[in-house]
């Protein structure tokens, strides 16, 4: 497609609930981001995925959480047993070219989680 | 990591031009300044970035200081539009590539 899209848009769940959340990047960008943005804070960064390379999970606040990117490509971000602070909007970002100056990152909508 | 520095809120009248301040005085030599923008609801849009030398482009310009340890971004003819939270981020390179941290950026309310 022509943009970073993410599915779903809007997720209501149950405290304790599993979650799957998902990037669909821009074809052919090889970086890709998945960001947190809590009511009215910024954005927090999880996990970053760079071609073949070990993903930086540096930003993923519990072993709750977790992502993988299949083939280079699509991306899933799961949360177990969710809780009320994992509700949030939940952002990927991609980019393209590796380069040094490289970081024009494209967001997509992102992914409304709701925990009940 | 290098850090930033923002205000939190700033007012800018419509047709003004807006500038908007970053520190980062603790920024290495072969990192750059990115600044993006969230308009409420949607997600951050890239404006523009910049290793040493000013920068211009449609949107905006970005004006580095000689030292680096602060920029300036400036929107040259505010418009109600541009009212959103901009963020001015360094970036972490680990050999080539590394990820981008955002702050809480400075919201700039556009008045008409």
């Known amino acids: 497609g022509a943009g970073v899209s993410q599915s779903p848009s809007n997720k209501v769940t149950e405290k304790g609930k599993d979650v799957e959340l998902r990037c669909d990047p821009i074809?052919?960008?090889?970086?890709l981001y998945w960001y947190r943005q809590s009511l009215g804070q910024g954005l927090e960064f999880l996990i970053y995925f760079q071609g073949n390379s070990a993903p930086d999970k540096s930003g993923l606040p519990s072993d709750r959480f977790s992502a993988e990117r299949t083939g280079g490509s699509v991306s899933t971000l799961t949360i177990q047993r969710t809780q009320q602070e994992d509700s949030a909007v939940y952002l990927c970002?991609?980019?393209?070219?590796?380069?040094?100056?490289?970081?024009?990152?494209?967001f997509g909508e992102g992914s409304r989680l709701t925990v009940l | 990591d290098a850090k930033t520095t923002q205000p939190p809120s700033m007012d800018c009248a419509e047709g003004r031009a807006a500038n908007l301040p970053c520190n980062h005085s603790t920024i290495s030599g072969n990192e750059y300044v990115y600044w993006y923008r969230q308009i409420h609801s949607q997600g951050p849009q890239y404006i523009i970035h910049g290793l040493k030398n000013n920068e211009t482009n449609e949107m905006a310009s970005l004006i580095i200081t000689e030292d680096r340890k602060s920029s300036t971004l400036i929107l040259p003819h505010a418009t109600l539009r541009d009212t959103a939270v901009y963020y001015c981020i360094v970036r972490v390179a680990r050999s080539n590539t590394g990820k981008l941290i955002f702050g809480q950026g400075t919201t700039l309310q556009v008045k008409p």
């Open positions: 074809s052919g960008h090889t970086a």
């Open positions: 970002a991609t980019h393209g070219v590796q380069r040094e100056s490289a970081g024009e990152l494209f």
